[in-house]
């Protein structure tokens, strides 16, 4: 059984709040849940109180998903970011949501529109060590509360390579699970499915985030930054570009991967990509290809009456 969720940042962007910054948060409920999704991850514009995060999605039918959250374990002992991610677990446990999303944010650079990629922060080979340490002991605390910690590999941060995923995977222990993105790991030069493959044991939640492959090679020539390859229509919902989805779902079908969200997150600028619209297309898309890997799919909840 799989869970189909999407993300607001196609209706407004969270790294560019430019981007979509006048959608109301409701009309982005309302097209989601009309598209067909189960359920919603958080963004910019959501209450981040937990009995009024609850009422807004209740009013639309959705159920919740999960949240990014950025944490700093590069530069903060385990003890302070437990400290600092208390209120967004504190969210996340009180509306039902399995997984905590963590990217380590020390130094990115993904939501600064002028640094070109090729100027991301690299992790010093002294420092794998400690931080894989540091997040194993955060995974744990995080399960201990009833969540998985799933790391979300990234453009523009420390781990964003097939390298450096295996770095991670390898350095940490089982609490510690993965984010598969099939659109920044393609971005990055990296094989969806070969990650599928090689981590399914690990693998705890999936966005479908698709590539324009023609603007991918422009955006890796051209050194743009990854807001000004948003903007330029790098990444569209799953069957829409070049990612070997179906692929992926084999993959993780085989592994075991069941019971889980399959999340459409694919940021593009609204005004160029009609965010409904595409919407409806991720969801059909996903439907046909989970469905031709062997997957049911789980029945979103009834929409309120008015």
């Known amino acids: 059984m799989i869970h189909l969720g999407t993300n607001p940042i196609a209706w407004s962007n969270d790294d560019l709040p430019a981007l979509g910054g006048e ?6 409920l309302t097209e989601a849940r009309a598209a067909g999704f189960e359920g919603v991850e958080l ?15 209740a009013a639309h039918g959705l159920r919740h998903v999960s949240g990014w959250y950025s944490g700093e374990l590069l530069n903060r002992d385990v003890e302070a970011e437990i400290a600092a991610m208390a209120p967004h677990l504190a969210l996340l446990k009180a509306n039902g949501a399995k997984v905590l999303i963590y990217a380590e944010v020390t130094g990115c650079i993904h939501g600064q529109q002028h640094v070109p ?17 540091r997040l194993t002991a955060l995974a744990a605390y995080v399960r201990a509360q009833g969540l998985r910690l799933v790391v979300h590999h990234h453009m523009g941060t420390v781990i964003e390579t097939e390298a450096e995923i295996d770095r991670l995977m390898a350095g940490t ?13 393609t971005f990055a030069g990296a094989d969806p499915v070969a990650l599928a493959v090689r981590y399914a044991a690990r693998i705890h939640h999936v966005h479908a985030k698709d590539i324009r492959l023609n603007r991918l090679a422009q955006a890796k020539a051209e050194d743009w930054s990854f ?3 948003v903007i330029a229509g790098v990444f569209t919902v799953p069957g829409d570009g070049g990612v070997d989805f179906p692929g ?14 399959v999340v459409v997150e694919a940021e593009q600028d609204p005004a160029k990509a009609h965010p409904f619209t595409y919407a409806k297309l991720g969801h059909a898309n996903l439907t046909r290809m989970l469905t031709a890997a062997g997957y049911a799919i789980a029945a979103p909840l009834p929409v309120p009456v008015a």
């Not at 514009?45 to 009422?55: M, N, S, T, V």
């Not at 609490?175 to 598969?180: C, E, G």
């Not at 992926?248 to 969200?261: N, P």
């Open 23 to 28: 959608t109301p948060l409701a009309q982005c």
């Open 43 to 57: 963004g910019n514009k959501f209450p981040r109180e937990p009995k009024a995060l609850a009422a807004v999605l």
């Open 173 to 185: 222990g089982a609490d510690v699970s993965l984010l598969l993105d099939a659109g920044h790991a």
């Open 117 to 133: 990629l090729s100027r991301r922060p690299v992790m010093d080979e002294a420092a794998w060590p400690g931080f894989c340490a």
């Open 227 to 229: 807001l000004d390859a």
């Open 248 to 261: 992926i779902f084999a993959a993780l079908r085989a592994g075991g991967y069941d019971d889980g969200w």
